[in-house]
């Protein structure tokens, strides 16, 4: 999940490609060694820079997607935006053995950790699964048992980021429910929803507000909003409501 970073007064470090997976065909998991890294939970995110040789320098924010129990090691998963000035590089240029620059870990509102409890609900959207992969995979690093439900938009199957990982953790734990919709394009056979999430999706897939869930909703702004009001909506007390979003990049 790219976006525009602000200013902090974090150090930063240069941390050495250790891995890569392609996620889908525009998604890409990069795991960087970092020589110092203090640790982070589940949703935070760091900033990314990159300096040419001119010493332009360009900035953005990285949703962290590994749990962290997998530290010192941090695994960033981007989506390339055409018209990125970081992304594209990060997805199609960088190899093992590169270094990369950044600084973090940020954020600490949009986190959950095993303590908080639940009912769990994650909301993703696109590349808004990253920080909520984060939390699942804490949450199987833990071995935590915590009734949680993922409902997660993407356009089509081919773009469903960690399809092959979800359908694992899914399959491996009674107390986890992963909901899938596809909004553009569906496979031959698709039993899952084909539509946008909507209020009446959010009502047959959220528990019910007097079970008081912890929400985390993830993606582009447009449809953090949506999901969001309509939770409210159903009665569900925003205070509970956490969301994280990104500029524009389609629809999901």
Same mark, same amino acid.
């Given at each position: 999940?790219?976006?525009r970073? $602000?200013?902090?007064?974090? =150090? ?5 490609v250790? @891995?890569?997976?392609?996620?889908? @065909? ?5 795991t $960087? ?18 300096? @040419? ?11 962290? @997607?590994? !749990?962290p %129990?997998?530290?010192p090691?941090?695994? *960033?998963?981007?989506e390339?935006?055409d018209?990125g /000035? ?5 997805t ?6 590169d270094?990369? /620059?950044?600084?973090?870990?940020i954020?600490g509102y949009?986190?959950?950790e ?6 769990l $609900? *994650?909301?993703?959207?696109g ?7 984060? &939390?699942?995979?804490h949450?199987a690093?833990?071995?935590? =048992?915590i !009734?949680?439900? *993922?409902?997660?938009?993407s356009?089509?199957?081919a773009?469903?980021i ?9 399959e491996?734990?009674? &107390?986890? %429910? ?5 909004t553009?394009?569906? !496979? !031959?056979?698709w ?7 909507? =209020?009446? &999706? ?6 019910p507000s007097?079970?008081?869930? *912890? ?6 702004t ?11 909506? $159903? ?5 509970r ?10 629809e999901?």
């Amino acid at each position: 999940m790219e976006r525009r970073t $602000l200013p902090g007064r974090l =150090t930063w470090q240069r941390g050495e490609v250790v @891995a890569t997976e392609q996620e889908t @065909a525009r998604a890409k998991s990069i795991t $960087l060694a970092l020589p110092t890294w203090m640790g982070h939970r589940a949703g935070q995110h760091v900033d990314v820079r990159l300096t @040419a040789e001119d010493g332009y320098q360009a900035e953005r924010s990285y949703s962290i @997607a590994s !749990p962290p %129990e997998e530290q010192p090691r941090v695994t *960033l998963t981007v989506e390339r935006l055409d018209d990125g /000035e970081v992304s594209p590089y990060l997805t199609d240029e960088l190899r093992i053995g590169d270094k990369l /620059e950044l600084r973090g870990p940020i954020g600490g509102y949009f986190v959950w950790e095993a303590r908080l409890g639940g009912p769990l $609900l *994650l909301v993703a959207g696109g590349s808004g699964i990253v920080p909520l992969m984060a &939390m699942l995979r804490h949450r199987a690093a833990v071995g935590s =048992t915590i !009734p949680t439900r *993922l409902l997660y938009s993407s356009r089509s199957y081919a773009d469903i980021i960690y399809r092959e990982e979800l359908e694992h953790l899914d399959e491996a734990d009674q &107390m986890l %429910e992963v909901v899938q919709t596809l909004t553009r394009v569906q !496979p !031959p056979g698709w039993t899952g929803y084909h539509r946008r999430i909507d =209020t009446d &999706m959010l009502r047959e897939v959220a528990w019910p507000s007097d079970q008081h869930p *912890l929400m985390y909703i993830c993606g582009p702004t447009p449809f953090v909003e949506t999901a969001a009001a309509s939770l409210v909506t $159903l009665g569900h007390e925003p205070a509970r409501i956490k969301t994280e979003r990104f500029g524009p990049t389609g629809e999901a």
